[in-house]
Nanobody
């Protein structure tokens, strides 16, 4: 019943920008911490960013800090990832994840999260 659907991925040139969206349904969206992970071919799924239930607290991996911004609109049941200054190393499948009231301010492994989307491909060319 719970569904997370990512959108907004695509092909961009290095230095460009992209905005990902994740629309949630089947859950009380405002009760959940939301996060973005990414996974490049042959690599483990990597934490990128998380946002608290109200949106008041955010947390970023060092690899994206200063370039990516996570936000949410609880009225639309949607979480966003604004990606600027994209690099080829950002190429990956990006996944949206949800966890009930998870603490924001630290990195938690993928197994911690309750729900996942199917992912959206982001490719950054040089």
């Amino acid at each position: 019943q719970v569904q997370l659907v990512e959108s907004g991925g695509g092909l961009v040139q290095a230095g460009g920008s992209l905005r990902l969206s994740c629309a949630a349904s089947g859950l009380t969206f405002s009760w959940y911490t939301m996060a973005w992970f990414r996974q490049a071919p042959g690599k483990e799924r990597e934490f990128g960013a998380a946002i608290s239930r109200s949106g008041s607290t955010t947390y970023y991996a060092d690899s994206v800090k200063g370039r990516f911004t996570i936000s949410r609109d609880n009225a639309k049941n949607t979480v966003y990832l604004q990606m600027n200054s994209l690099k080829p190393d950002d190429t990956a499948v990006y996944y949206c994840a949800a966890d009930y009231a998870l603490r924001v301010g630290a990195t938690f492994p993928p197994r911690t999260y309750d729900y996942w989307g199917q992912g959206t491909q982001v490719t950054v060319s040089s």
